[in-house]
Structure formats: C-alpha cells, structure tokens
C-alpha cells in the first residue's frame, strides 16, 4: 500500500490489516490508491469539518492559491459555444508579449485540439500550466486569420487585492478576495496610493473571503489597530497557547473604517473583523460570517498529497471563540449556510444576533457573542431578486458573460471612449434594443427573460454593465461598476456621512 506511511506501526492495526486482505484477497482488482484515499477521507469524517485530506492531484492547486501564484501564460479565458476565448490578457505576462489579445480563439493547444473539444475549463487550465520556463504552442483564430505562437511560461499572480479606489476626495474602498502569503504586501500597496490622495474613511470588503494564512490577516490588523492590542491567540492540545498583537504603528489606526462581511467571510476573515469589532475600531456592515474558529496545519505526505489538520483554535481578543457546532456532521455544517438564505429571520429582520453563545462586552458597551460567527453591527439581507432556476441555469451556461463579450467586441470604439471606470458609470447605459439582444441570445441556450421584474431588469442590466466595464478595467471596473447598486456598499457610505 504505497505511500500511506502513518498507517503503518509496529503493531498491526485492523484498518492496516483490511487493506492487505482486500489488496490479496478481493474477487477483482482494486484501485488501492483511491480505496486508500476513501478510507482516510473517512477516518477525517470523525474530526471536524476542517480536517482534509488532499490528493496529491489537487494539492499543487491548493498550494498555488495560498502561495499567490502559479506558473502559466498569463490569460483570463471563457468557453462559449465550445470554443476557448480569450476574455483577458495580463499585461506584460507571456502572452501579453507573444501577442495575443481578448477575442483570440483558441484552437489547440500544443497537439490538444481546442474548438469544439467538449472539455471543461479545468483541462484547458492544466493544459496552459506548466514548470516556468517550459513552452507551449498555441494555436488561435483572430477574426478569419489563423495564427500560432510559442508562449514561455512564467510566474502569474493569483492576486489578493480584486479593486481598490477612491469613491470621492475622502472615502476608498478596497476589497480582497483571500489572504495568501503575499497578502499583506499586496493590501498595504492598494493604501498607500488611497492615502496619497486623500484617504480618510475606508471600506473594507471582506465578502466571500474563505481566509487563507492566518499571520497576513493580523499583519493587516495591525495597520488598523494602535499600540500593542491583542489581535488574536491560538491554543491547542498540542500546541502551546500563542499571542499575535500590534508590533508598529499602523498605517490607517485613526480613519473610519467600515466592513463588508457575509456568510463567506471566513477563517482569516473573521480573524481581522473580530478583533476589529472586540476594540470597537470598526463597523461591520452585511451578514453573520461563516462561524469557522479553527486553525489548520498542512502536512505534507510521502506520496505528494497532504493532511491539513486542525491544530488549535483560535479566539478574538475578547476571547470570543467563533466556530459553529459540527457535531451532525460535514453536510449539516456547510447546509447552515445555504439555509440561511431560506430562514426568513435572516431574510427578512434588520438585525441578526447570534446569541446563543456566551456574551462579551467591549469597551464602548457592545454586546458581542461567542459561537455561530460574527454578527454584523448594521444588518442588510441578501438580494435574492430574480434568483431563480432560470438564473442559475443563465450563469451556468455563460449567458450573461458571454454577451457581454461580444458586446464589447463589437463596440470597442464606444467603449474604450470611457476614460475610467465612474465616466463610464456615468455616461454609458444599455438600450432597450440591447436588452432585446440579450434576452434572444439568453433564449437561444433556453434561458428566458420574456416577463421580468423592474427590479430584476435593474439588476441584470447592471450586471452586464459591470461585466462589461471587466473587460476594459479589469475587476476594479467591474466592482466599481457593481457596487453602484449594492446595498451593503451604500450603507456604509451612509454610515460614514455621519462620522
């Protein structure tokens, strides 16, 4: 049973034993690898929700993420109509300098046919990647023109930072999507040009953030925090208790400072935001986060897989622990979360506190929870307008994204006439025939928009626009374009109006 060392001892167990006897015994061939990797799985089950196993087929994926990079060549890609498109390129990446640029069609890549091919991104993807240095030949339509160019892979940032801006002379706003090992650097680059013009009320966007490397979070604490404030400690059975508080003044210790947080704002996540509630230093702004308490150590297997097991907890510095009861299990945990979105209590009401943990009081009064995650200051319910089975089947098949692609393939002139990202909120909207494009070319894969809403209309045509401002400005256009129209993000300018 190759590469499972830990089950081996000097004393036979009965897991070890069942192993050999179906590996020489069994009436067919087995797959010992993946029967091996079940069992494991299954022995994690008895743990917590948090301890994983990971093939050694997805651990160079897991890595990349947490390390902020990967090699490759340097594209974003979408696949309509069976056809790889190039919907990005990053500038100065490898394929920036071999030429390519959005609306290449990919036909093969090396000797993998592309066009027509029936796979899935995830393949494309594995084909694209590679060790740095290696090459790959890719071979592209660009309009009727066929072309192929060899790309020297390099490194490729998995950036942290989604967009950063100024929404007037004095509120920024800057939203990150994980917290890798280049976390921090990333973050404090995003302030500094924020605070060269002028920066004095922030809105950190933390939605959808799953953590990542705990120390960046609390290296980010600390810009927020003054004096030697506790941010976080951990503690274990087998490890020792450690304190992570302020070392320097921070960059941003005196400003407004507002948090966007949601049911995806987790682990690291609720690191910052917890200590950033215990000191009374921000307002959080949106929905319960995830309720993840637990700190993970990734051990690395003989095999090239890895164990990433819980070790500790980890408490804000009230000493709030956060983590939601697993005790029904992996499915029950992560169902929490999506019933949220059907508890009308959670839909419906201003104000969602979880108070079934032990309560805490900072300094300034507030009452705080233990337990179940961390409770927005101000409440503000998920829009759930217009999503339906119809929607869900509309992003499933790249409907939206994809017209609005080819919207800005055929209008690039009008388009790149928007100097920036609030000229283009401003100055562009969709017409009425645009949206009678879109709700044939949505028809065409089955989707119908025949009868909808005001408010739905509303929202879609925004989505577009905002996809559409990605193509020119990247994510930052596109948040920028979004949270025009997101609530979270126009109560925390409310708030700040009054600070």
């Not at 839909?347 to 009064?365: E, H, Q």
């Not at 979270?488 to 708030?495: D, E, P, Q, R, S």
Request: glycine letters at 8%; hydrophobic letters at 35%; a neutral charge.
């Amino acid at each position: 049973m190759p590469g499972r060392s830990f089950f081996f001892a000097e004393k036979r167990r009965p897991v070890q034993e069942i192993m050999d006897l179906i590996k020489n015994r069994y009436v067919d061939d087995v797959q010992m690898e993946s029967l091996t990797d079940t069992a494991i799985q299954a022995m994690l089950s008895k743990l917590d929700p948090h301890s994983v196993f990971i093939p050694a087929d997805e651990l160079q994926a897991v890595n990349e993420d947490l390390a902020g990079k990967f090699f490759g060549i340097g594209i974003e890609f979408n696949i309509f109509n069976d056809t790889l498109n190039v919907i990005s390129v990053l500038k100065d990446g490898p394929g920036y300098k071999a030429g390519l640029v959005i609306g290449d069609k990919f036909l093969k890549i090396d000797d993998t046919p592309v066009a027509g091919n029936q796979k899935d991104a995830d393949d494309f993807r594995k084909l694209l990647r590679g060790e740095r240095g290696t090459n790959v030949t890719v071979t592209y339509l660009r309009g009727s023109q066929k072309k192929q160019v060899v790309i020297t892979r390099d490194a490729i940032p998995l950036v942290s930072v989604d967009a950063s801006y100024m929404i007037n002379k004095e509120t920024g706003y800057i939203r990150l999507n994980k917290f890798s090992t280049v976390t921090y650097r990333e973050f404090m680059e995003a302030l500094e040009p924020l605070k060269k013009a002028g920066l004095q009320k922030l809105i950190l966007d933390l939605r959808g953030n799953g953590g990542g490397v705990l120390d960046q979070a609390t290296e980010i604490a600390d810009e927020f925090l003054d004096g030697d404030k506790l941010i976080t400690y951990t503690e274990g059975k087998h490890v020792e208790k450690k304190e992570y508080r302020c070392r320097r003044t921070g960059q941003f210790e005196k400003g407004t400072l507002v948090v966007l947080a949601d049911e995806g704002t987790a682990s690291a996540s609720e690191i910052l935001i917890g200590a950033l509630q215990d000191w009374d230093r921000a307002t959080i702004i949106g929905r319960r986060s995830f309720g993840k308490g637990l700190v993970q150590e990734q051990f690395d297997l003989s095999d090239k897989s890895a164990l990433r097991l819980t070790v500790a907890r980890y408490y804000t510095p009230l000493g709030r622990s956060i983590q939601r009861d697993y005790k029904n299990g992996g499915k029950a945990y992560y169902d929490e979360i999506t019933n949220r979105y059907h508890d009308t209590t959670a839909v419906f009401f201003d104000s969602v506190k979880n108070n079934t943990g032990k309560s805490y009081k900072t300094r300034s009064g507030k009452v705080v929870y233990a337990k179940g995650g961390i409770a927005p200051d101000y409440f503000i319910p998920p829009d759930t307008t217009g999503y339906n089975k119809n929607t869900a089947l509309m992003y499933s098949k790249n409907v939206l994204s994809g017209f609005a692609y080819n919207f800005y393939l055929q209008n690039q002139a009008l388009i790149k006439s928007f100097k920036s990202p609030p000229v283009f909120i401003a100055g562009f909207n969709l017409s009425e025939d645009d949206w009678k494009r879109f709700t044939e070319a949505a028809a065409k894969d089955s989707v119908y928009f025949s009868i909808v809403s005001a408010k739905e209309k509303l929202n879609l045509t925004n989505q577009i626009k905002s996809a559409i401002a990605r193509q020119v400005w990247g994510n930052e256009g596109y948040f920028e374009v979004m949270n025009t129209s997101d609530d979270a993000f126009k109560k925390a300018l409310a708030i700040m109006e009054t600070k």
